[in-house]
């Protein structure tokens, strides 16, 4: 737990006036993200992939229904996620990260005394391909843990492919473009839960960030909002549609996609009534696959790439150790280019706060 007390609200959780969130909307028709049918995209329907491209182009985000992945598995992956955050404190400090290791159980991690901390607790687990597994820090204590996350990532895996295989096409690319770009792709799984907050308005349950990999597939439990994307220089809500899963572009799509696509800065609220739990699921390359625009993209932009070429564990690294504010794939754009499209503000680190739960420290990115 972030707190034991969630009627108090610490001074290092509390927002500075202007990151702080706006809560009220004003304007509820204006936060639909697209959705998109995903058994339209199997089948390669141009007017589903339109919807797609629009999406990824406008929002970065959109909603997937359709997805095939049946309810009785994602319901046990929801319970395997509670089951964890249940476990008594010292049971999952257990499974806390190690400093350099990226695997486990923590909180926010603080680069300064001064820095803000996320109201969160997060379990972070490297979960695809299996072969690649170490288990290091999983909470193997939980019934069932190990065969619910493997065969939820595996399906997970499946429908990723499906729509990076629709956005190759989109991409002017052959099918399997994306899938080979990746060389192996990488699966990361991050459990997050928001406990409830007597003053959410104060507070951030996730600051704002952009995930690194190439594409995110979110699950959230019940109809509890939380999630919010930076649109149009606004903070705009999405409401959880049932059953749907939540996916948007990562910095490695954009940068992949010369800037085409949109890796969209998204933070999540807290609320005082319930406590929120949610299921990103990371879709990254391996380490020593190369980022960098591809060919068939350039045309858009006069034949000419915005971002310089850099393996993807040397754009984790620098995402890592980052201390500037910015939309962290600004530091790949070439120098005539920086500046364009950016975002603003984005850093992330994790790791277990000293804020009364101890343990060790860390820096973590979002979907390494
Ligand atoms: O909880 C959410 O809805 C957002 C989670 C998220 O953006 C992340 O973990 O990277
Ligand atoms: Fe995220």
Redesign the pocket.
């Known amino acids: 737990m972030v707190r034991n007390d969630h009627r108090i609200v610490p001074d290092r959780y509390i927002q500075e006036h202007e990151k702080r969130p706006f809560l009220k909307t004003q304007n509820p028709t204006s936060y639909e993200i697209p959705i998109i049918d995903f058994s339209l995209l199997t089948k390669r329907d141009e007017d589903e992939q339109k919807k797609l491209d629009y999406a990824c182009k406008k929002y970065g985000f959109f909603q997937l229904i359709n997805h095939g992945v049946v309810e009785e598995l994602i319901q046990r992956m929801k319970s395997a996620e509670a089951a964890c955050f249940d476990l008594p404190l010292e049971v999952k400090k257990k499974y806390a990260m190690a400093e350099n290791d990226v695997q486990g159980y923590g909180q926010v991690f603080v680069v300064s005394e001064e820095q803000k901390l996320d109201w969160a607790d997060i379990f972070f687990l490297m979960t695809y391909p299996p072969q690649h597994t170490t288990y290091k820090n999983w909470p193997l204590i939980v019934p069932d843990f190990k065969e619910t996350v493997e065969e939820y990532s595996a399906e997970i895996c499946r429908v990723s492919e499906e729509i990076l295989a629709n956005l190759s096409l989109l991409m002017k690319m052959k099918e399997d473009g994306l899938k080979e770009l990746h060389k192996v792709m990488r699966l990361s799984t ?1 459990m ?1 839960y928001y406990p409830p907050c007597s003053k959410p308005e104060l507070v951030l349950g ?1 600051s704002p ?1 952009s ?1 690194s990999g190439s594409i ?1 597939i ?1 699950v ?1 439990h019940d109809d509890i909002p ?2 919010q994307i930076r649109h149009q220089g606004q903070w705009i809500p999405i409401k959880p549609l049932p059953g749907a899963f939540v996916v948007n572009v990562g910095d490695t799509l954009e940068v992949w996609s010369n800037g085409v696509f949109k890796s969209v800065e ?1 933070r ?1 609220v807290t609320n005082a009534r319930k406590a929120r739990m ?1 299921i ?1 699921i990371f879709v990254r390359p391996d380490d020593e696959a190369e980022i960098g625009p591809v060919d068939t993209m350039l045309c858009d932009n006069n034949g000419q790439a915005l971002y310089k070429r850099i393996k993807y564990i040397d754009y984790v690294r620098s995402y890592l150790d980052r201390k500037l504010e910015g939309k962290i794939t600004d530091s790949l754009k070439l120098p005539e280019h920086v500046g364009v499209a950016a975002y603003g503000e984005t850093k992330r680190r994790f790791g277990i706060d000293g804020d009364g739960d101890g343990g060790g420290r860390g820096r973590r990115g ?2 390494l």
């Open positions: 991050r997050n996730l960030h995930d995110t979110l959230q939380g999630l998204h999540a949610s990103p979002l979907g």
